[in-house]
C-alpha cells in the first residue's frame, strides 16, 4: 500500500517493458486488449491491522469499489 502514488488524469508511474507481440499471439489476424485494474486489500483490512498507522487515514482504492475497466484497443498483426 505504501507504493501508491497519486496520480493527475493521463499520467502515467511504473515500468514499461518491451514486449513482443509473438509472445502473446502466434498467427496474423486483429486482436482486442481487455485491460482491467482490481484493488487487493480490503477497507476491513486496513481498520483492523492497519488503525494507527497514517495509511487509514487515506482514500485508499480497496477490493470494496468498483473494478476499472480500460477502453478496449484493437490491434492488427501481419505477421
Do not use: C
Amino acid at each position: 500500500m505504501y507504493q501508491f502514488v497519486k496520480l493527475a488524469p493521463g499520467r502515467f508511474y511504473g515500468l514499461a517493458g518491451d514486449l513482443k507481440v509473438s509472445d502473446i499471439v502466434s498467427k496474423p489476424g486483429e486482436y482486442d486488449i481487455d485491460v482491467t485494474y482490481n484493488s487487493f486489500i480490503s477497507r476491513s483490512f486496513i481498520k483492523e491491522f492497519l488503525a494507527h498507522d497514517p495509511i487509514s487515514k487515506f482514500p485508499v482504492w480497496t477490493m470494496e469499489q468498483p473494478t476499472i475497466t480500460a477502453p478496449r484497443i484493437r490491434i492488427a498483426v501481419e505477421r
